[in-house]
Every structure is written in C-alpha cells, then in structure tokens.
C-alpha cells in the first residue's frame, strides 16, 4: 500500500503557470513509475503523463510540451508543472502510483482542484 498526498492546486488566469505536489508514504523507488490523471467535470478522467523511477517520461499529446513531469526521490515526491495554462485545463488533477501499464495505476491520490479562469 502507498498513501499519496496532493498539493500545490488553486486558480491561476489563463496563460498562467502552476506546479502541484504529490508526496508518496515510501519510497518511489519501489513503485513503478508515478503519474497524473485529471478529470473535468462530466468528462471520463484523463492521463497526463508519468515518470519512471528511472526518470524515463511519458506524456498525453494534449499536454506535452505544456507540462512537466519530475521527481525528487529523497522527498518521495513527483512535480507537474503546468504552463500555459488554458480555461480547459480545470479539472481536478490526482497523482497516480504503481503503473500496471501506461496509463493504469494501482494507487491514487485524492485529488486537488486546479481552475484555470479566462
């Protein structure tokens, strides 16, 4: 089991940058590979991308080149930057842990709101 815990979320204006936090109860090491997801409302939840514990990247073509996924493992923490920011990126985003495949993870966090006004 892994306990994961989100920050960082909150209104920008469009155009805006922000970065959420997501910090893991152990060490990201043994997880294979950590991620985001987003969902809007009414929408299905979507991912965004994720980092391997061998800080191999993957991204949704919606937003790669826009955001950023890192990690720092002496604080079991991974990052999403977020630049460019448009009103269609608000969404609730969940950091994601323990891949299955690509885009399946085994754990989630709880999720933190990100609103992108115009």
């Known amino acids: 089991q892994v306990q994961l815990v989100e920050s960082g979320g909150g209104l920008v204006q469009a155009g805006g940058s922000l970065t959420l936090a997501c910090v893991a109860s152990?060490?990201?090491?043994?997880?294979?590979?950590m991620g985001w997801h987003r969902q809007a409302p009414g929408e299905v939840r979507e991912w965004l991308g994720r980092?391997?514990?061998?800080?191999?990247?993957n991204y949704a073509g919606s937003v790669k080149g826009r955001f950023t996924i890192s990690r720092d493992h002496a604080k079991n923490t991974v990052y999403l930057q977020m630049n460019s920011l448009a009103p269609e990126d608000t969404a609730v985003y969940y950091c994601a842990a323990d891949y299955l495949d690509l885009r399946t993870p085994r754990y989630w966090g709880q999720g933190t709101q990100v609103t992108v006004s115009s």
């Open positions: 152990r060490s990201i090491f043994t997880l294979n590979a």
């Open positions: 980092i391997t514990s061998g800080g191999s990247t």
